[in-house]
């Protein structure tokens, strides 16, 4: 049976032009367009867990229309974290939307396990918590990265 979390976030801010979210806004925040696709590439700073180092890679798909910017990434796109991909789903979605006086991000994060292996000996409520600190952890540096790079097209 998998353990599935969401935090799903909406947040508002200063009306930016719809062309200032270009490449070049996208490489501000770190996102580096892989040519002939609809493809950013992400290289996360390293992660010291227990004894690990992880440096993940996360892929991001990235489209857009007339006024909105949509991004998504799952499992099949983040590289570096194998060995937590065995038992853990990661799922982002996540859209700026240009509104008449403002900006809106809306942003959805789920994280599933799989009670398997070593995950079936722990408590149940002590993996929601994990789960949800991983959410909010994860979530927050994303809006952090989104905010100031929008912050910057002022």
């Not at 719809?18 to 992400?42: A, H, M, P, R, W």
């Not at 180092?53 to 489209?63: S, V």
């Amino acid at each position: 049976m998998n353990i599935e979390k969401t935090l799903t976030k909406q947040f508002f801010c200063h009306h930016i032009s719809f062309d200032q979210i270009n490449t070049e806004y996208l490489s501000k925040i770190g996102l580096i367009k892989i040519i002939n696709s609809d493809l950013y590439v992400y290289q996360s700073k390293v992660y010291k867990l227990l004894n690990w180092e992880l440096k993940p890679k996360i892929f991001f798909r990235i489209y857009r229309d007339k006024r909105k910017i949509s991004i998504s990434t799952d499992n099949t796109l983040i590289k570096g974290i194998d060995f937590i991909l065995k038992f853990a789903t990661i799922k982002l979605d996540a859209s700026i939307e240009i509104l008449e006086s403002q900006t809106a991000i809306d942003r959805s994060l789920t994280i599933s396990l799989r009670r398997n292996g070593l995950i079936k000996i722990f408590p149940r409520k002590m993996v929601l918590k994990l789960l949800n600190e991983a959410l909010y952890l994860v979530g927050d540096r994303f809006d952090r990265k989104i905010i100031k790079g929008l912050n910057k097209t002022k």
